[in-house]
Each structure stands twice: as C-alpha cells, then as structure tokens.
C-alpha cells in the first residue's frame, strides 16, 4: 500500500473505531503484530488495540478524538490530534471527576502489510491530570 492509503487506514482508525466505536473492522485495520507500549502495559493485536480504545472509551464515555494534521512517509503515518471528554470514568486508578478534557497529542503509525503495526504517542499527560483535577503523583 502507499502513503494514501496508510493515511485513509488512520482516518478509518479515527471515525470508525475511536469515535464510532465500530470495533468489528479491528482485524481489517490493526496488524496481528501491532504494538502499543503504554505504563500500564503492552497493547498487543487487534485485540489490544480494541481493549486500549475501550479502556479510554470507559473513562471517557462522550470522547471525540478529531485528526488535525496528518502526514505521511515511508511506512510511517504522524498524526497531531485532538481529543474532548468528560471524564466520567475510572481511569489508571483514579476516580471520575465530571471534569472536561481537552487533549492535544501526536501519535506514530507505522505499518506492515497495509495494516498498524505499530502506534508511538506523544502526549503531555501532566497537563491531561490537571485538566482531570487528579493527582499523578499520589
């Protein structure tokens, strides 16, 4: 596959799976290898990445995850995202505060055989918490 096919995988990824929560097409889109490392472990398969977006998706039931730059090249899709919720949900431990979420991130993509193989993000998580009203260090 090229590059624009590898950035419509991801667009998929978002409006399909993130935000629709269509989890169904997974295996079409995820790798079996895919490998996502995160401090709470590793995301593994499709059914990782599945179990990573409904671990958000229970912590943040309204999330809408919107792509605000996408590029591409080689076997590597780089998004810079953006998500809003409400955090009404158990989430690394902490208990739900009702607070709002605004979320700006950037997330690696890389790819094997037309699918996700991989996915790297780069987040601010600190200012994620203080937006949660939580205390990360306690």
Do not use: C
């Not at 995820?30 to 401090?39: E, G, L, M, T, V």
């Not at 039931?61 to 591409?72: G, M, N, Q, V, Y």
């Not at 094997?112 to 949660?132: C, R, T, V, W, Y």
Request: overall charge negative.
């Amino acid at each position: 596959m090229g590059i624009e096919e590898n950035k419509e995988v991801v667009r998929r990824i978002f409006e399909e799976v993130r935000n629709d929560k269509n989890y169904e097409n997974v295996h079409e889109l995820i790798h079996p290898d895919f490998i996502y490392s995160h401090p709470r472990g590793d995301f593994k398969g499709p059914e990782g990445f599945k179990e990573n977006n409904i671990m958000w998706r229970t912590a943040f039931p309204d999330l809408k995850r919107t792509i605000i730059e996408i590029l591409a090249d080689g076997d590597t899709v780089s998004v810079l995202s953006e998500f809003n919720g409400t955090f009404n949900g158990i989430f690394m431990d902490f208990k739900p505060t009702g607070k709002h979420v605004k979320h700006i991130m950037a997330q690696f993509y890389r790819f094997k055989d037309g699918k996700i193989i991989e996915m790297i993000p780069i987040a601010n998580m600190l200012s994620m918490f203080q937006q949660m009203d939580v205390n990360p260090t306690n």
